[in-house]
């Protein structure tokens, strides 16, 4: 009988250890697409001339009033650099993101326009 109850307390605790990892997964990805979609509609329309697809890497923060902070751009064109920090440093997120991940690594892709 013993073993019965452990055997059940062992498995409620891994089920429910489950459950919270997976609810976690959900809101970060969550919370990703949210700061994915607000950087894509602030870097629209970049001021130069794209005549091919420019791809960076971009880490960014969150500050405590909900803006992006940029930490920093790998890329192999200076100008994208400055283009990215400039329009990205400092805005404020519409949609308030409560995350615990202090950084976030978002892949930029830039294409040349219609």
């Known amino acids: 009988m ?3 109850k452990t055997l059940l307390l062992i498995v409620a605790l891994t089920f429910s250890s489950v459950l919270v990892a997976s609810t976690n997964a959900e809101e970060k990805r969550a919370e990703s697409v949210v700061i994915t979609e607000e950087i894509g509609k602030l870097l629209k329309n970049p001021g130069f001339l794209v005549d091919e697809d420019i ?3 971009v880490m960014i923060t969150l500050n405590k009033n909900n803006e992006l902070v940029v930490l920093s751009v790998e890329t192999d064109k200076n ?4 283009f990215i920090k400039s ?3 400092y805005n404020e997120l519409t949609v308030p993101v409560n995350s615990h991940t ?3 690594i978002v892949p930029v ?4 326009g219609e």
Not at 79 to 82: A, D, G, L, M, S
Not at 109 to 112: A, F, H
């Open 55 to 57: 791809t960076a890497s």
């Open 109 to 112: 892709r830039i294409t040349p």
């Open 102 to 104: 202090k950084t976030f």
């Open 2 to 4: 013993r073993t019965i």
């Open 87 to 89: 329009r990205l440093n």
């Open 79 to 82: 100008y994208v650099e400055n």
